[in-house]
Every structure is written in C-alpha cells, then in structure tokens.
C-alpha cells in the first residue's frame, strides 16, 4: 500500500516563531488533508489540498502532486498550535485514508 | 456547520463484553468510515461503507467487528468479545472526497 512518511517527527517552537511541517508520500493521491490532533485527541480538519495551495489565517499547505509531497506552513505561533499534526492520503477517490505517523509540534510561550 | 458526531465520549468495559459505538454522519455524506488509534501510535483505517454495505475493510476488521447502518442517520461500530488490545480511540468519519472525523470515542478495556 502507499506509505506516507512525515518529518521531522518532533518540533518544538518558541511562541511567534515559523515552521514547516513535512509529508512525503509513495504514490499519486486523489485526496490529502492535514489534520491536528488537539491534547483531547479530536481530529480538527485543517486542509484537503490533493494540489496546490491553500491558506487559512496563519496556516498555510502546499501539495506538489508530482513531486509527491506536501508542506505545512504555521506562522507566528502560538501556544493553542500545540499537539500532532497528520497528514493523510487516498489513491483512491472515496477517502479510504492512511495517514502518516504524525508530527509532534510544542509551542512554548 | 454540520459535524460528526459520536457517542459516547469515553466507554469502559470489561474484557470479553460486547460494545456499540455510535455515530451519526453528516446527513448528506454517502461514504462512512470507522477509524482506530491505539495510544502514542497513527490512525488505522477499518472500514468504509457505502450504499448500505462494506466497500472495504483492512486487515484489522476481523470477524470480532461488524458495522450496521441501522436507521437513516446511525452509523455503528460493534466489537464482540474485547479483548485488551482493542483499547483505543475509535474515530468515525464521513464524506466522499474528502473525510471528516468526528470527535471520537476512547474505549478502555479492563
């Protein structure tokens, strides 16, 4: 099946600060969606990007479809950014997901 | 804005009882999915389930599991005879193209 790989597994940021968050992924996808999984473990939808960019507020994605990738952009952090980020992928076309291992981000006041 | 929503929050039970999740989909969703993440690990998918019946499941949808659709807007998951290692969060989801989650049910099993 497809593999999904996200990097780095780890970040911790001071409040304020920029980063970005990684996924690389084994195959063409019909479907990707970064997700934050908050400390009460909910899955809060942040994009379904299978192409292109997206912004909303201080989060923006890119997917370069070809290449295989996508980039997760958080700018000026705040503490409330806290928790795992995934990302997730379908080959398919009916969202049968597989999501990466996850990206722990900290964000320290 | 329409979410999914899923029922209970949290449900302890003991080992070799059975259990029902519940969730209720985003009312014009045609796609249903159930999802596992043991603790500290990745979401797994179980199952999807469309026009009233399995689409596909993985590996880990074994006999122990079913799903049901029992009404027009229910969506459940039943875990027969559970055993330690199904102790997870159990999330539901909807959508087509793209899949939303509800909150999730984190089941403990003792």
């Known amino acids: 099946g497809i593999q999904v790989e996200q990097s780095p597994p780890d970040l911790i940021l001071q409040e304020g600060a920029n980063s970005t968050l990684r996924c690389n992924f084994s195959?063409?996808?019909?479907?990707l969606q970064w997700f934050h999984q908050n400390p009460w473990g909910q899955l809060i939808n942040l994009f379904y990007?299978?192409?292109g960019t997206k912004q909303n507020g201080r989060l923006s994605a890119t997917t370069v479809a070809t290449e295989r990738y996508s980039l997760l952009y958080i700018s000026s952090s705040q503490t409330t950014d806290s928790g795992v980020y995934f990302c997730?992928?379908?080959?398919?076309?009916?969202?049968?997901?597989?999501f990466g291992k996850g990206i722990t981000l900290s964000v320290r006041p | 804005e329409p979410e999914v929503t899923q029922t209970p929050s949290h449900q302890v039970t003991q080992m070799g009882q059975e259990v029902i999740l519940r969730c209720v989909p985003i009312?014009?969703?045609?796609?249903f999915y159930w999802y596992r993440q043991i603790l500290g690990q990745k979401v797994e998918f179980l199952v999807s389930?469309?026009?009233?019946?399995?689409?596909?499941k993985s590996e880990i949808f074994d006999d122990q599991f079913s799903v049901e659709r029992p009404d027009g807007s229910n969506f459940t998951l039943k875990i027969r005879s559970t055993k330690l290692e199904d102790s997870a969060m159990y999330f539901c989801?909807?959508?087509?193209?793209?899949?939303?989650f509800g909150q999730g049910t984190r089941l403990t099993v003792v």
């Open positions: 195959d063409s996808v019909n479907n």
């Open positions: 989801a909807s959508g087509g193209t793209e899949a939303f």
């Open positions: 389930f469309y026009n009233n019946e399995i689409s596909e």
């Open positions: 990007i299978p192409s």
């Open positions: 009312s014009n969703h045609l796609y």
């Open positions: 997730a992928v379908d080959p398919g076309a009916n969202s049968k997901l597989t």
